[in-house]
Each structure stands twice: as C-alpha cells, then as structure tokens.
C-alpha cells in the first residue's frame, strides 16, 4: 500500500496542471490568512480605541449622583477572537456594540453588513471561504476519475496483477488525495500559528487542531464520496456529474433551505410582539398580578421594617437607591423570561439544524469551523449573557452608592470595563458533539460502503 | 430547417437526460419555494405594518374623544405628546422577487422626541444570525448564483460528450459549422431558461398588481437578467469551443462560476474590510452620551442660543420675549438640540459609508455579480440606499414633531380640533 500510494503522489507533482493549481491554492491560502490576520489586527485596533474613548468619557463625567451615571451608561464591544482571522461566522452580520444602561437592556447594534451595499453572498474571501468552497472542488477534481482512468489505461488490471488488491489501490488513491488537502489545511493553520502565536494559549490550540480535524474528515468524506460514486457508475462524466449536484446541494441548497425551515418550525417573534410582552410584564408584573404600584408599597413597608423606622424621611439611607435596584431586579426577571425563552429557542433552532449534518455534512462541517473560530452564535449569546451580567453588576453598584451616599471621583474611576471572558472550547463542547458524531458518521459509513464495494466491483 | 432539427434534438436530448431535468425541476421547485417565501416576508411585514397603523389609529381616536368632551382648549405640549408617530418602511410589490438586505434593517419605528436613526430599534427583525449568515432562497439568488450552475449543468457536455465518445468529427461532417451548431443549442438552454424565470417574474408582478405601478423597474430587471444570462452564456460558449472533453470543460466552468460568484467578491468584501473596517460609530456615541448630558447641564441662556441657531425664527415667537425658558418647554429645546447633535454624527456616519459603497461601487467593472446584485436589490427597494432613504424620512418626521413642539409651544398655541387634525398631518405626511 506504501508503494501505491507513493507512486499516486509522484504520478500527481508530475502532472504539471495539478502543480499549477496546487501552488494557487497554497499562494492563495497564504495571502488570506495573512490578510485575515491584518483585517482582525485593525478591528482589534479600532475596537480598542472606541473603547478607550468610551472611558476616558466615563473618567471624565461630571457626575451629579450614581443614578445619573446609570443613565450616562456603559457600552460592551463584542471581542474579536485570534480564530476570527480564518472563519468570520455571524460576526459580519451581528452587530458589535451594546450600550449597557439602567432601567433597560439594549440590542447590540451597528453590524457590519448594514454599513455598506451587499457585497459578497458567501462572506469575504477568508481562509474558510476557500477550504469550504473551493478546496473541496479541487479535491473533487482530482479524485472523480482516480479510479476510471486506471481502468480505462489497463493501469488498473497490470496493479492487481502484481499482487495489490482494489481495496489497497482505491485507499491509496483516497489517502493520496487526501494528503493533499491535509497539506493545504496545514498551511493555513501554520502561518496563523506563525503570525499569531503570541496570543496562543492552550484553548485556542485545542481550537485550531479540532478546525483541523473538522476539516480533514470533511475532505476525507468528500474524496471517498467522489471516488464511491466514480466506482459505482464506472463513467467518470456520471460520477462528476453527480458529485457536482451533490457539492451544490450540499454548499450551496441545503444549508439554505435547512434554516429556512428550521426558522418555519419554530418560528421567532417580530421585534414588535417581543417587545409589547416585555414592556407588558415590566408595567403589569411578571405573573400579570403584581402591579408595579403595589410592590412599591411592599417594598417601603418592608424597608421601613428593615431599618426599624416609621418613614421613608427617617431612613438613614437613600429610599430611591433601593428603589432604582428593586426595580431593576424586576426588570432583570423580565429580561430572563423573555430573553431566556428567545435564546432558548434560538438554541433549539440550532440543535435541529445540527441534525441536517445527517444528510448534509457540510452544515456540520459549518457549524464546527464557526464554532472552533468562536464565532458562532453559541459564543455570541454569551456575549450577549456576559454583557447583561455585566450591566447588572453595574448599576447594582451605582444603586447601592446612590442608597449608602458617599461617592466621589475615585468610586467611579474604580469601576472597571466589560470584559469579555472567552469561554474555553471544552466547555461548550457537548454543544457541538453532534456535529463531530456526523462528520466521524459519514466517514465510517463511507469507507465500510468503499470497503464493500471494492469487493464486489469486478474489473473485467 | 437544419436550425429547427438541432433544437429539436436538443429538446429530445433534454427530455430524455433525467439528470438534467431533475436538475431543471429542483430549479423551478427551487423558485417556487423562494417566490412562496417572499411572499410570507412581504405579508409579515405589511402585518407588522398594519398592525401598528391600528394601534395609532386606536390612540389617534382616544385622543380625538378628549377634545370633544374638554372644556378648556389644551396647549400643544399636551397634545402633541400624545400623537403616536411612527415611520414605516413598506415593502415593495417585488419584494417577492428578491429580499435583498432588507433582513439588515429595521422596517418600522416608533418615533419619539429622543429618537435617532441609528436607535436600537432601528437593527434588523429578531432572527436566528447563523441562519442569515446561510441567507435565504431568493428568488435574487436563485438568478444570480444558482442560474448559472444550471447553465453548466445543462451545457458542460455540449460537444464535451461527442468528444468524450470520439464521434466529435461525425458531428462536423454533418453540420458544418462546430459554432453554429453549439451556438443553436445553446440558445434552446437560454430560451428555457428565461421563459422559466420570466414566469416566475410575471406571476408575482400579476398577483402583486404592480404591472402598471412598478413598469419601469420591472423592465430594468428584465434587461438585467437578459444581460446577465447572456454575460455567463458567452464566457461557456467560448470555454466549450476551446476546450476539449466534458470534464475539462465541467471544470473550467465551474472555476468561472467559483471566481465570479464567490472569489471576486470574497476579494473586494475582505479588501473593503481592510480598508474600511467595521466602525464603531464613536462620534454617534458620543453625541448620544456624553455631549446629551453636557446639553442637559447647560444654562438657560447658552440653551436659547443653541436653540436659536437652529430654528432662529424663534425668536418671533411669543415665549421668546419673555426672559426665561419655560421649564416645560426646556426639554422640548433639549431635545432639538440634540436631535441637532445627533443628525450631524449621523452625517459622518453615512459619509463614511458612503466612501465604502463608492469603494465597492469602483470594484464592478471586473465584479459584475455584485453589481448585478445590487441593482436588482435597487429596483426592488432593497438595497444599502433605499434603507438610507427611509432613514431620512425618520429624520425628517422626527425634525417635524421637534419643530412643532417648539415652535407650538413658544407661539402659545391654543390647540383645536382643526389644529390636532393639522399636526396628525403634519406627522403622519410621511406614513402613506
């Protein structure tokens, strides 16, 4: 098997298109993770400025009290992870500020998409557009006739007539092929390696070797379909053919018409309904029996008991601090319901269409690129978690400075800035187990199919 | 006649390759799903339209039937607080025929005095973000990147197959000309192809009544898929001419289709990234935030001459002789006055878009696709721009109510029916 698959790949680097168009790819590889990296180091660049202009206004605000510092607000910049170079996911589509204020939860806004004219329709030219749409038709290429050839040229009978059977030489043809997208793949993950390795730490190397690995049993999947379907139908033009549909159903149908569909079955409220259910609760109480005016009147009966005293006058703190946060955890709970119930379903979305990796590989393969590059919507709602956290934290603070009194210049400077805590891979691994059980699926199924049908192909 | 016997095989080929009338069926059923899904888009937002309109008119009426029981005539501050105003984006009668960018953008607003265009609500429906990453099947789509594969399914062995069985030369003997007679079964894929789609077209243009209504745009879309199709027809006619064998000619299409529709593209997104990355829009946070709040500490005298220099006729009015700012008209002035601020962050905001767009705009010589797509989204209303456009009749609303209620109030206005009615006009103008 050693000898075949070593003469595979002399028999391709003498092929001098193949050289060509393997020099393009790696050229091209280079050139867009490179240029990925440039793009995320001036996004880094820019987001750090806004960020350090949004503070120097927060050291620099004329506070009047703590309430009014809730109102002035804080904005939460989504983060740019060091994976984004390779796959941008739904950032380019998300927005990347939350103004995080009292009183009320922001959307995140200003996406990238709705600041120019459409562009591109399969995202920028990233090194995930190309491994995902045009890696895998080289390889296709390459393989639909691997098997036909041979047996067209007589290569195939003088090869099991020294003894190799079909099984070796079709698998030795696989993993040649393979070979070469495995290298393509260590391209791009070797000069994103090279250019950001500062910034590696053990999570982003577990990332970048499970891209790797989603990647390579995609291509494995893809060949050994290929070269299946080239054993299957014997004519090479049928066997193109046929992988070709399959490609476009696969990239550029299924994942469309999947979401669609998966958006029909559970379906999301318009922002207008969402909105009147939340603003419905915030006035008329969570359980639609708690006014706002009667737990107001249980909250100063209750805090008149606290302190021991017999009017709001004689607290010896601050009535409309405590009043601001009582208010506030209610609103947080009707943040929870509603947007607890959305990302809830936002999530079951997800989980059904992970299951479309059972008849298109390419969703799985999607989902893990997007996931391993932290840009995927799991990781966005945590953004989204984290920066409310965040906000709770603060204006829990600036109520209870404006309950307790005593602040000054330094209380606000001590205030620090949203910071995002990218959670590790590992930890939200279970979310994409699927996706890997697919991916591994396919290619077990495919290689016992190869397996079987080498067996029963007769070559006369 | 010969031309007649060569569309009539073509035809007899046609019917009798299952794969590629599979393929030409996933297509129409591919449109059919992609029409049927703009069509519940357009309903869903004239719903959401609809929706709100009622719930106006329901506050519009409330209103209506305090003035018939008042005794004492209210001033315009109590009144025009309570005029709903919104400002709605509705979809057009094409829509159908192309969602375009409409999903980036919010397409109803309620707009009240704090109100800016790039308020919160003004970002896209709640949606699933890794399904818009994937998009929809549109119908746009369905022309600009499907319709070509359909056009390499249907033609990579034009001549490639005779060539594959080496019966190629049996071909030239019969017909002559190799590029006349490609040529002519071409043409049967084309006519296929555009009498499919221009059904498509026609269907929803008739049930959408937007015949008369919408005739140029419809002919401009027309000529655009005509040049298009005929745009990817020339570059296949040449690559089957000069190449030899289905595969390689399969192969080189499928690379034309790779670097028009995704490569070319990709490249200009990622170098207009580059160039322009994502703003942040700091001059707008800053004139939403810090600058808001300076605003709020200024003295009464520095507020009158802010306000003065954006309505100065104020100072014919009859507040304005007196000495001091009423407190009930002072937010009121606050308010324009940041709504000043705010349109000038703005301004910045869409220059520097803009530069982006004449960025992208410069790249269509060689990425035709993307001004393929952008046109087509132009003429449905859904592009970059029209959403510009609906953003300036927010703007321009907004600077109504803020002009009425500053101007209302420093005359002293004594508000009739017949006033309310004109107000309700006024704010409303931009609605229908």
Redesign the interface.
């Known amino acids: 098997m050693k000898h075949i698959l070593f003469n595979e790949l002399i028999g391709l680097f003498r092929n001098r298109l193949f050289m060509i168009l393997l020099g393009v790819f790696s050229i091209s590889l280079v050139l867009?993770t490179y240029?990925?990296i440039?793009?995320n180091n001036?996004?880094i660049l820019?987001?750090n400025?806004?960020k350090e202009?949004?503070r120097e206004?927060w050291d620099?605000?004329?506070h009047t009290n703590p309430h009014?510092a809730a109102h002035?607000?804080s904005?939460a910049?989504k983060p740019i992870t060091i994976l984004n170079s390779i796959d941008e996911?739904?950032n380019?589509?998300?927005?990347?500020?939350i103004?995080l204020e009292g009183h009320r939860q922001?959307?995140?806004?200003?996406?990238?998409?709705?600041?120019?004219?459409?562009?591109?329709?399969?995202?920028?030219?990233?090194p995930s557009?190309l491994l995902q749409?045009?890696i895998p038709?080289f390889l296709i290429?390459l393989a639909?006739?691997s098997y036909s050839s041979e047996r067209e040229s007589g290569r195939l009978k003088l090869l099991l007539i020294q003894g190799s059977s079909l099984n070796k030489i079709i698998f030795s043809k696989i993993i040649a092929i393979w070979s070469i997208g495995l290298t393509l793949l260590l391209i791009t993950t070797f000069i994103q390696f090279i250019f950001t390795n500062s910034l590696f730490n053990i999570d982003i190397l577990i990332r970048l070797i499970l891209l790797f690995l989603s990647y390579s049993l995609y291509y494995l999947i893809l060949i050994s379909l290929t070269v299946f379907l080239s054993l299957l139908f014997k004519n090479?033009?049928?066997a193109?053919?046929?992988t070709?549909?399959l490609w476009?159903m696969w990239v550029?149908?299924l994942?469309?018409?999947f979401?669609?569909t998966?958006?029909k079955i559970n379906p999301?409220?318009?922002?207008?309904e969402?909105?009147n259910n939340m603003d419905n609760d915030r006035s008329k109480g969570i359980d639609g029996h708690n006014p706002s005016n009667e737990r107001k009147d249980e909250l100063i009966k209750s805090t008149l008991i606290q302190y021991g005293v017999n009017s709001l006058s004689d607290l010896p703190v601050n009535f409309r601090g405590i009043l601001m946060q009582a208010d506030e955890e209610y609103g947080n709970s009707v943040w929870d319901k509603h947007f607890g119930a959305?990302y809830l379903q936002?999530t079951n979305?997800?989980n059904i269409?992970q299951f479309t990796g059972l008849i298109n590989p390419f969703a799985s393969l999607?989902?893990l690129s997007?996931a391993t590059a932290g840009s995927?919507?799991f990781h966005?709602l945590n953004f989204l978690s984290q920066a409310e956290y965040y906000r709770r934290d603060l204006i829990e603070l600036l109520n209870n400075k404006w309950r307790d009194g005593d602040w000054d210049e330094n209380f606000y400077k001590s205030i620090k800035d949203f910071h995002y805590n990218s959670p590790s891979f590992l930890s939200f691994f279970w979310k994409y187990i699927l996706d890997f059980v697919f991916l591994f699926l396919w290619s077990i199924i495919l290689v016992v199919l190869l397996k079987y049908l080498t067996k029963k192909t007769s070559i006369v | 006649m010969r031309v007649f016997n060569i569309l009539f095989y073509e035809f007899n080929h046609f019917r009798r390759s299952s794969?590629k009338v599979l393929?030409y069926l996933?297509f129409v059923f591919?449109c059919i799903?992609s029409i049927y899904?703009g069509f519940e888009l357009q309903n869903?937002q004239q719903t959401?339209i609809e929706?709100?309109k009622n719930e106006q008119k329901k506050e519009i009426l409330l209103v209506s039937k305090f003035f018939q029981n008042m005794s004492v005539l209210p001033g315009p501050l109590d009144v025009l607080g309570y005029i709903p105003t919104y400002a709605t984006k509705h979809p057009s009668p094409l829509l159908p025929l192309g969602i375009?960018?409409s999903e980036?953008?919010?397409y109803?607003k309620k707009i009240t005095n704090w109100s800016s265009t790039?308020d919160?609500?003004m970002?896209?429906?709640?949606?699933?973000?890794?399904?818009?990453?994937?998009?929809?099947?549109d119908f746009s789509?369905l022309i600009?990147?499907?319709l070509p594969?359909l056009l390499i399914?249907f033609t990579?062995?034009i001549r490639g197959?005779e060539q594959?069985m080496r019966f190629d030369k049996l071909i030239e003997i019969q017909y002559g000309s190799i590029s006349k007679w490609i040529l002519i079964r071409f043409i049967f894929y084309i006519t296929l192809l555009l009498l499919t789609v221009l059904c498509f077209m026609f269907f929803v243009v008739i049930v959408n009544d937007a015949f008369f209504s919408h005739i140029s745009e419809i002919k401009s879309l027309i000529f655009l898929l005509l040049i298009y199709v005929l745009f990817f027809t020339t570059i296949f006619y040449f690559i089957v001419l000069k190449s030899y064998g289905?595969?390689a000619i399969?192969?080189k299409m499928?690379s034309v289709w790779?670097i028009l529709?995704?490569?070319i593209?990709?490249?200009?997104?990622?170098f207009?990234?580059?160039i322009?990355?994502?703003?942040?829009?700091?001059d707008y946070?800053?004139s939403?935030?810090?600058e808001s709040?300076e605003i709020f500490?200024l003295p009464t005298d520095s507020l009158y001459v802010s306000l003065l220099s954006i309505y100065p006729d104020l100072s014919q009015t009859k507040h304005a002789k007196e000495n001091n700012i009423n407190n009930d008209y002072r937010r009121n002035a606050l308010s324009a006055i940041i709504n000043h601020m705010n349109k000038s962050a703005i301004n910045n905001i869409e220059k520097?878009?803009e530069l982006?767009?004449q960025l992208?705009?410069s790249s269509y010589w060689f990425n035709p696709v993307?001004f393929i797509?952008?046109k087509w989204?132009n003429y449905i209303n859904t592009?970059?721009?029209s959403?510009q456009e609906y953003r300036s009749e927010i703007q321009k609303i907004l600077d109504t109510k803020l002009s009425l209620l500053n101007f209302e109030s420093w005359n002293e206005t004594e508000v009739t029916m017949v006033v309310y009615e004109d107000y309700l006009k006024q704010l409303n103008a931009f609605m229908e």
């Open positions: 867009t240029f990925g440039i793009h001036k996004q820019s987001q400025d806004a202009h949004i206004q620099e605000m004329n009014n002035f607000g904005y910049f996911g739904i380019g589509i998300t927005g990347n500020v103004r922001n959307d995140v806004m200003f996406s990238e998409a709705s600041q120019s004219l459409l562009i591109s329709n399969f995202g920028k030219l990233k557009l749409f045009i038709l290429f639909f006739n090479s033009t049928s193109l053919s046929l070709l549909v476009v550029v149908f994942p469309k018409i979401g669609n998966v958006e999301l409220p318009t922002r207008v969402f909105q959305l936002l979305q997800k269409y999607q989902s997007m995927d919507m966005h | 794969a393929t996933i591919a799903y899904s869903q959401t929706t709100i375009g960018q980036q953008y919010g109803y790039y919160n609500d970002v896209e429906e709640i949606a699933n973000p890794e399904r818009l990453v994937n998009g929809n099947i789509f600009i990147f499907l594969i399914i990579y062995n197959f594959d289905s595969s399969a192969f499928i790779l529709c995704v490569i593209p990709g490249t200009v997104h990622q207009a990234s580059i322009y990355p994502t703003h942040y829009m700091t946070l800053d939403n935030r810090k709040y500490d520097q878009n982006k767009n992208i705009c993307s797509q952008n989204n592009d970059y721009y959403y």
